[in-house]
């Protein structure tokens, strides 16, 4: 699910207590239920507070708690599941064309069956050159600019096989399709800053704010003040890669879409590995992960005046392993959100993993009231903390003494991820006798690019 960002909330979300959210029969019974769950699981939350309070520890209310935790979070997935279903029928049918969609559904067959003869043998070139010899055709020409014109996107013709001492690179249509799932489910690469670089190396200068400004009489001297001080920000790109092989049998013989198969689990393997060294990484040959970068605590007199740059700035919670009790657990949330600067909180939101989100769920303000609100967007049933969206990264760390589990960021200003080559494909089926080698790879970097933009809450006493 695409996050959502500040500005998505204030335009389309409407609170789920809301009467007037007019809703597909299929999601109103969900919602109902959803909102049936919520109301148990403040119950049970109060309860288990209120035991906490009076130090009992009531080992049926906890595994109650545990379980009204556990329903919440599928019900929310359920109604997302079929949002998201709804929505796609939705966006089908209104680019619905029964004459357009046949023509170009049977020339894309063609195409696919090419292809898939391709992959799986070598003597499926000959296929590929057939479906490129129909790429130059009248009709073909004629259904592609039809489509580009009622969808508003590019459909390029099929280019020429590339053959190199016994290896075949896969089509770039094919990669630029797996670029472009990568970038649907990698929550990093949707709220960071993503840009495609023609180098090894992005370098991005850095004005730190240092200019300043004097009062001087008529005939006074005037003295120097301070220039602008500029520094740089790098980013390299690295190299990823997964080297699976294949039998020739298998390719022949299998009675499944091998090569659609392959597609899934790279960019499966591909998206979790980057997406912890986005947040872990030691720039070793790999991204330098927001949490592995200098961190640092500044003081409020400081916090502003630019010294504490090249480290990012925390709070702490005042509990090991924990938040304080209500309302100093709300509160040190809510001092996170306004140590960035206003020009960064417009677009930025929470990251944290799903555990640590249930535990935020039970925290409470000043006058009683639960901080996180669950709001219908366009993007489905997101939760709200303090007014911003919640993103889920499951590679930072769960609670524990002194880990730095929940950060509040613009990710599109703090973080930059390069693209350098996207994912390519190389099918080599002479090195080994037998097999078909698919060598998938791609050159990405990142790193922390505006320490101001994020903002990290460690859950220590110091």
Do not use: C
């Not at 064309?97 to 696919?112: G, H, Y």
């Not at 259904?143 to 089509?171: F, R």
């Not at 690019?449 to 220590?460: H, M, P, S």
Request: glycine fraction near 8%; avoid cysteine.
């Amino acid at each position: 699910m695409k996050p959502v960002r500040r500005q998505d909330l204030v335009a389309n979300a409407v609170p789920l207590e809301s009467k007037e959210v007019a809703l597909a029969p299929e999601l109103k019974g969900l919602l109902d239920n959803f909102g049936s769950a919520m109301d148990e699981f403040k119950k049970v939350n109060d309860a288990r507070v209120a035991g906490i309070e009076k130090k009992f520890d009531d080992v049926v209310t906890n595994d109650k708690f545990a379980k009204v935790i556990q329903a919440s979070d599928e019900f929310r997935e359920d109604f997302n599941k079929k949002f998201a279903e709804l929505q796609k029928a939705k966006a089908s049918n209104d680019n619905s064309d029964d004459e357009l969609d046949e023509k170009a559904t049977r020339l894309r067959n063609i195409e696919k069956k090419a292809f898939d003869r391709y992959i799986r043998s070598k003597e499926g070139e000959r296929d590929m050159r057939e479906a490129q010899a129909l790429a130059g055709s009248p009709e073909y020409k004629e259904a592609a600019k039809a489509i580009s014109e009622k969808l508003g996107i590019e459909i390029k013709d099929l280019s020429t096989i590339v053959a190199e001492d016994g290896g075949y690179m896969i089509q770039p249509e094919y990669e630029q399709d797996m670029d472009e799932i990568l970038l649907e489910t990698s929550p990093m690469r949707q709220v960071a800053n993503v840009r495609s670089i023609g180098a090894p190396e992005l370098v991005i200068p850095v004005n730190r704010k240092g200019t300043t400004a004097a009062w001087v009489g008529e005939t006074g001297t005037r003295t120097a003040t301070s220039t602008p001080e500029i520094s740089q920000e790098r980013f390299r790109a690295h190299e990823i890669y997964a080297y699976p092989l294949v039998t020739l049998s298998m390719l022949e013989d299998a009675q499944f879409d091998v090569e659609g198969w392959l597609h899934d689990e790279v960019i499966e393997a591909i998206m979790i590995e980057e997406n912890l060294q986005f947040v872990t990484g030691n720039g070793n040959g790999k991204p330098q992960g927001f949490l592995d970068s200098a961190i640092t605590k500044v003081s409020a007199a400081t916090y502003d005046a630019n010294t504490n740059w090249g480290s990012i700035a925390y709070k702490f919670t005042g509990v090991s392993g924990g938040f304080a009790a209500a309302p100093a657990g709300a509160d040190a949330l809510i001092g996170l959100v306004y140590d960035i600067k206003p020009r960064f909180r417009g677009n930025a939101s929470w990251a944290m993993t799903r555990r640590t989100l249930g535990s935020v769920r039970t925290l409470k303000n000043s006058q009683g009231d639960y901080i996180i609100r669950d709001a219908i967007t366009e993007s489905g049933l997101v939760p709200v903390l303090l007014g911003y969206a919640v993103d889920e990264f499951e590679d930072m760390p769960e609670i524990a003494a002194d880990t730095y589990s929940v950060v509040f960021a613009d990710f599109e200003r703090a973080y930059q991820i390069v693209d350098r080559v996207g994912i390519q494909v190389r099918r080599d089926e002479i090195t080994q006798p037998g097999y078909v080698k698919f060598h998938f790879r791609k050159r990405t970097g990142g790193g922390v690019r505006n320490y101001d933009a994020i903002k990290l809450l460690k859950f220590g006493t110091s």
